[in-house]
């Protein structure tokens, strides 16, 4: 399968899930730490840009966006989502339950005490899933994706 991460990469990262020291990580493929450490920093840089690859995508490709404002209480936002979904017609694949799980895994930094301290945007894609992603960078998306080229 292609991926955006080397073969070296991917086992340096198996290798760092399963507690292995940088140290050892050297020791086992024969290199320094340092080249070790610049191989994991790169891996992880390059996961960071496929998320945000994937957030850009899914922007685009997203039929219904909802910005969440902030004031808003957490445990209004499922209300809030199944709403839009319902008058897109869009069957989403959480429950109450699981959207308030996906919102404190995705939107913790968006959050504090209950209530949202800084606007992000829930995309809903037509399958159903959910994505969060900050309201700026949802903002700047649009914009380029309406320029004419």
């Not at 899914?58 to 319902?86: E, L, Q, W, Y």
């Not at 995705?106 to 829930?122: D, G, H, S």
């Amino acid at each position: 399968m292609e991926s955006f991460l080397t073969e070296i990469q991917i086992n340096v990262l198996n290798l760092r899930k399963r507690g292995h020291t940088q140290d050892e990580i050297a020791n086992i493929m024969g290199t320094s730490r340092a080249n070790i450490s610049m191989i994991e920093k790169r891996a992880r840089e390059n996961i960071e840009k496929a998320r945000n690859t994937l957030s850009i995508y899914n922007d685009i490709i997203a039929p219904s966006k909802i910005k969440i404002d902030k004031g808003t209480d957490v445990f209004s936002i499922p209300k809030i989502i199944f709403s839009k979904s319902d008058q897109e017609e869009i069957h989403v694949n959480y429950s109450s339950l699981q959207i308030m799980e996906f919102v404190n895994q995705n939107a913790q930094r968006y959050i504090k005490n209950r209530m949202v301290v800084e606007p992000f945007v829930v995309t809903i894609l037509q399958n159903g899933d959910i994505f969060v992603h900050d309201y700026e960078e949802s903002e700047e998306n649009e914009k380029m994706s309406k320029k004419e080229i």
